[in-house]
């Protein structure tokens, strides 16, 4: 298995999106692109350490590449934008994607040059090298499973869905 670590708004909404993918095993909602050692949900909403809500895709690369992983990011939300994903705005809720080596790094850059051609746009979710993800806190993971008939995973989830033809 393989690793791929991303945000593009609120973590809820992400990790049930690449749960819906062919070759993901799991995904797991946490926080990575910070200073603080393991910093919780308050601090990170709160714009105390700079983390993202993120996920960190657990795949198997015998099912779908990491390059199909990226390239199904950029659809997943407004990518122009970076100050946060609709409707969660704030730097905790920029479109990130964080590399763990310099194969990932090419596979994004690639994959980023041929969505601007595509799409006309240009990209201004932010790439960095992963330093640490640290998981959310356990009432955070398979939050929408969880709690089907929640206002935001109705109201914002379920719609996201059905436009990524993911329902």
């Not at 999106?17 to 946490?30: I, N, P, R, T």
């Not at 409707?87 to 040059?113: K, N, V």
């Amino acid at each position: 298995m393989q690793t791929a670590v991303v945000g593009a708004g609120c973590f809820w909404c992400v990790e049930v999106f690449f749960e819906k993918l062919d070759g993901v095993v799991e995904v797991y909602s946490g926080y990575a692109g910070g200073e603080k050692v393991s910093p919780s949900y308050y601090e990170v909403a709160h714009g105390a350490t700079n983390h993202v809500e993120t996920v960190k895709i657990v795949y198997d690369p015998r099912v779908i590449r990491y390059r199909e992983l990226i390239d199904f990011f950029w659809t997943t939300h407004d990518v122009t934008r970076s100050d946060g994903v609709w409707p969660d705005f704030g730097p905790h809720y920029r479109s990130i994607l964080l590399y763990a080596d310099e194969e990932q790094r090419t596979a994004i850059e690639a994959s980023r040059t041929a969505h601007e051609a595509s799409s006309g746009k240009l990209i201004a979710t932010d790439i960095q090298k992963l330093d640490v993800f640290y998981p959310a806190e356990n009432y955070h993971q398979d939050y929408a499973a969880k709690n089907p008939n929640d206002r935001y995973v109705q109201g914002v989830l379920k719609p996201k869905l059905k436009k990524l033809g993911l329902e």
